[in-house]
Structure formats: C-alpha cells, structure tokens
C-alpha cells in the first residue's frame, strides 16, 4: 500500500468511480470521493444545463464535508468527467480550497465522445506549482481495454507502481 498517495475525484455517472478504483487497486492510494452537498440532477440533458451554467459563473458549489491532511500526500491523482469541455465544477471546489503545489498530480477524465477538450489545460490554470504528469483520458470508464490502459498509464507516470507487481 502505497499512504501517501490520493485520488481525489467526482463521479457522476459512475465511469469516473470504476477509473478511481483502478487507479487505487494499482496504487494503495487512498479514495476521496467529491461529493456535492446539493446532488446534481439524475437527467443528463438537466445535468448538462446546470453544468454549463456553474462553468459559465466559474463556481464552486459545496461539497460534502471531509476530512483530510493534504500534507501527507506527495501524489495526487485528480480525475472527473467531462463537462462542456472541461473538468466538473466539484473539481474546482476542491482546488480553491486545498494548495497543490509541491506535489505529483496525476489527471485522469472520462468523456463521452467529445474527448479531452480544455481538460488538462484548464486544470494546469489551477495547479501552479504542481509536477502535473499525462493526463489519462478514457471514453467512459475505458471499455474492455481499460484496467489494462489504467495500469498501463498509472506505471509509465507512477513509478512505484511497478515496485507493487500490479
């Protein structure tokens, strides 16, 4: 097990948790899950207009509490889906609230077509500081190739994967 590494992601249609859990079945690290405090709408195309609007007002909408010690963790993997283009607002909520700078962060995003987009270039506005490594990018959690290509991207930018025999 690997303590000093976090995943940190949002989930809304289940394909960003599935990529997390690969992520974490590799690593050891340790899940955080980015829950909002007002749950979007289960609708897509009513999920679509909320997130539009939230990109559109740059906002940060509450998530439910956690608890975490950021200094503990040298490696962040950072994952969400794909809204209009770029990272869910969750994601944003959490890096206006916690610095990281100093450490590895690791993108991943899980898409439905439209493929990355701004993605990790919007993602980099937002991590000055930080040793941002490729990005995994997967249309929906992967398909039948993806805990390969999960593993596969985890050792070529995580090496103490490799350390772990997975």
């Not at 490696?75 to 610095?99: H, K, M, N, Q």
């Not at 700078?101 to 995003?109: N, R």
Request: net charge neutral; charged share 20%; aromatic share 10%.
């Amino acid at each position: 097990m690997n303590n000093n590494t976090l995943i940190v992601y949002y989930s809304w249609s289940e394909d960003t948790d599935l990529v997390a859990r690969q992520i974490q079945s590799v690593t050891g690290g340790t899940l955080l899950r980015l829950i909002p405090q007002l749950p979007y709408p289960t609708d897509y195309y009513k999920c679509v207009e909320q997130a539009k609007l939230e990109l559109k007002e740059k906002a940060t909408p509450a998530l439910q509490p956690f608890s975490l010690d950021l200094q503990q963790y040298d490696t962040v993997f950072l994952g969400s889906p794909i809204w209009c283009g770029t990272f869910a607002s969750a994601i944003r909520t959490f890096l206006s609230e916690y610095d990281l700078s100093g450490k590895t962060v690791l993108p991943f995003c899980c898409h439905g077509g439209g493929g990355q987009r701004n993605f990790t270039n919007d993602l980099r506005g937002l991590l000055d500081g930080s040793n941002i490594k490729e990005t995994l990018v997967l249309f929906g959690s992967g398909g039948s190739s993806g805990k390969k290509e999960i593993s596969s991207w985890v050792r070529r930018n995580f090496p103490i994967a490799e350390k772990t025999g997975k």
